[in-house]
């Protein structure tokens, strides 16, 4: 009977089981959340009396962390208006090159145009195929990025139109669009 080799080299145990145990007492050890609660506290200090009035001392990371939690809404809202219209152009996009390859079945192109809207429609289709989604896009400057390359197809094809006409209307094609 044959005799199977172990799955993990018999030297690498040690190394794995050293491994495991440093992430365990780590997890085990680390500090938890209660703890971070009960510093803030500490740092808080006792309330102060100002007048009739007792004023609360917060801690100086609080205050940080209160301003900076409006400022990431506002570029989060920016980001879900900046997205809805990414999504709205891809859309376009898709329904145009859907279009133009029905309009264009059995159609016969000069050599040169014919390279340069394939080449646009399969960076349009590159661009439709995986589409980042919102989480992808670190802000709404990187959205408008995608939709400049979304732009950048759509106008090449605007500028092939009139060869587009011309060929369908020799082949006895409607023009226009």
């Known amino acids: 009977m044959r005799h199977s080799r172990p799955r993990v080299p018999i030297r690498l145990v040690p190394v794995i089981a050293a491994v495991l145990g440093c992430v365990a007492g780590y997890v085990f050890l680390s500090t938890g959340p209660n703890q971070d609660v009960a510093t803030e506290q500490i740092d808080a200090g006792p309330p102060r009396k100002a007048g009739s009035e007792v004023v609360l001392v917060a801690p100086a990371g609080s205050m940080a962390q209160a301003s900076a939690e409006p400022k990431e ?23 145009r090159l859907g279009l133009l390859k029905a309009q264009l079945w059995q159609v016969k192109l000069q050599a040169d145009p014919s390279k340069s809207l394939t080449r646009l429609m399969m960076q349009g289709h590159a661009l439709l195929r995986n589409p980042p989604l919102l989480g992808a896009f670190a802000d709404a400057l990187d959205i408008e990025q995608e939709r400049a390359r979304l732009r950048a197809v759509q106008s090449g094809l605007d500028d092939l139109q009139p060869v587009i006409e011309a060929a369908r209307a020799s082949a006895g094609g409607a023009p226009g669009s």
């Open 73 to 95: 809404e506002v570029r989060h809202q920016a980001m879900l208006a900046a997205y809805a219209s990414l999504e709205k152009e891809r859309r376009e996009l898709a329904e």
